[in-house]
């Protein structure tokens, strides 16, 4: 078996490893009441919905059309596109001193939806934009790999945090211990695959376009949203983010992780977690931090 043979093997593993922990992991921290308390508000669900299933979509392709990326750069960004419910989001959202709860809740609701959609609505865009032949997704395969990988292991842990809470979260802690490490992996793997490809991008203009795609979509995010600020900057710090997960799934069933394509896909990840971390941090640079504003209410409560 060859380097690069070995490289690819490994990084499939790894990906399917980070995928499952993620999502099992999710479903132990979440919960059915914050779940209803949060798809109780049908308006902002709605908004939420449509500007991470539809509108962000429209945006990175347009993002990509606007700067005439090559095809591996145009299919890296909408690949990242369709795919949101990054779990970085909730880290994003901390930093903006948003409301947690909400963010957390919503960036697992775009994660499992997307798990559906991401697949035919990539195609879509790629069969529209003709880049050329043979450039369209399996959507069948693609859909069941990631509701296999994504959606079970979610159901699963969502279930096992109802019926027995104390179970689930032990469970987390190993799960959490995989998280980190396994994420890590698959960025250092698909750089050994393709290194050469993303130094080539070193002031290409695919990384202004992570940079575009990814302010406007914390704008959008913030501004067709519903509520004070905390709600505003949940909803805003949870759609720059992609799911890495899907996304490389893609790469690999789809185009046989072309270096080109996971090169992109990388820099472009990079270039969200840059922007977005800085930019929550400015946000609620002069913001309470919510939780800390609840313990202070129920302290005085209590004290009363």
Do not use: C
Request: aromatic share 8%; hydrophobic share 60%; glycine share 10%.
């Amino acid at each position: 078996m060859e380097i690069q043979e070995l490289i690819g093997a490994l990084f499939n593993i790894t990906l399917v490893v980070m995928i499952v922990a993620t999502m099992v992991s999710a479903g132990f921290t979440t919960t059915f009441a914050n779940l209803g308390a949060v798809l109780s508000r049908v308006g902002l669900v709605v908004l939420v919905l449509v500007t991470g299933l539809v509108i962000r979509p429209l945006v990175g392709w347009g993002t990509a059309e606007l700067f005439d990326l090559a095809a591996p750069a145009f299919i890296a960004l909408v690949l990242l596109a369709v795919v949101p419910g990054a779990p970085l989001g909730v880290k994003f959202v901390m930093g903006a001193k948003g409301d947690v709860t909400t963010g957390a809740t919503f960036q697992v609701l775009l994660a499992v939806v997307a798990s559906f959609t991401f697949a035919p609505t990539a195609n879509f865009i790629l069969e529209t934009a003709d880049l050329g032949e043979g450039v369209a997704l399996p959507v069948g395969d693609l859909l069941k790999t990631v509701v296999f990988l994504q959606v079970l292991p979610f159901v699963v842990g969502l279930l096992i945090r109802h019926w027995n809470e104390k179970s689930a979260l032990e469970w987390n802690k190993f799960a959490q211990k995989i998280i980190g490490p396994s994420f890590l992996a698959v960025v250092v793997l698909a750089l050994l695959s393709s290194w050469q490809m993303i130094i080539g991008l070193i002031g290409d203009r695919v990384l202004l376009a992570g940079i575009v795609f990814t302010v406007v979509m914390i704008a959008i995010g913030y501004f067709v949203s519903v509520g004070g600020y905390p709600t505003r900057a949940a909803t805003a710090m949870i759609q720059p983010g992609s799911n890495a997960g899907p996304t490389f799934a893609a790469v690999a069933i789809a185009f046989n992780n072309d270096p080109a394509i996971l090169g992109a896909v990388t820099a472009i990840i990079f270039m969200q977690i840059v922007v977005a971390a800085p930019v929550g941090s400015w946000m609620g640079r002069d913001k309470e931090d919510p939780m800390e504003e609840d313990i202070e209410a129920a302290g005085g409560t209590n004290n009363g």
